[in-house]
Nanobody
Framework: LQLVESGGGLVQPGGSLRLSCVVS????????IGWFRQAPGKDREGVLC????????NYADSVKGRFTISRDNAKNTAYLQMNSLKPEDTAIYYC???????????????????WGKGTLVTVSS
């Protein structure tokens, strides 16, 4: 399974970005998809995840009400919509996948089996 992120860039505080994660090599239907981020000098942390059954899990209180995750299985693509961006959201954002039955919740970071290479998001004026 291959994952490729896109949509990162430079944005001013308060702005929005939508990240995409295109999956190839298998059908997205079978996978939970998570978004993680790593800021300079910090550990990689979970942001949001969506199960193969469409249930989302929020890993980070700091993004509640600002970020949403979605998936389009027909396009084999997952998305992270980021609104009201703050400088502390600056990080490399990674998508990750884990093959899971629809009834199973999202795994944590250590349960993810496949990772993309990341896309850089910089929030600065």
């Amino acid at each position: 399974l291959q994952l490729v992120e896109s949509g990162g860039g430079l944005v001013q505080p308060g702005g929005s970005l939508r990240l995409s994660c295109v999956v190839s090599g298998d059908s997205l239907n079978y996978y939970a998809i998570g978004w993680f981020r790593q800021a300079p000098g910090k550990d990689r942390e979970g942001v949001l995840c969506i199960s193969s059954g469409g249930i989302s899990t929020n890993y980070a209180d700091s993004v509640k009400g600002r970020f949403t995750i979605s998936r389009d299985n027909a396009k084999n693509t997952a998305y992270l919509q980021m609104n009201s961006l703050k400088p502390e959201d600056t990080a490399i954002y990674y998508c990750a996948a884990a093959r899971r039955s629809t009834w199973r919740p999202c795994p944590g970071r250590d349960g993810m089996e496949y990772w993309g290479k990341g896309t850089l998001v910089t929030v600065s004026s």
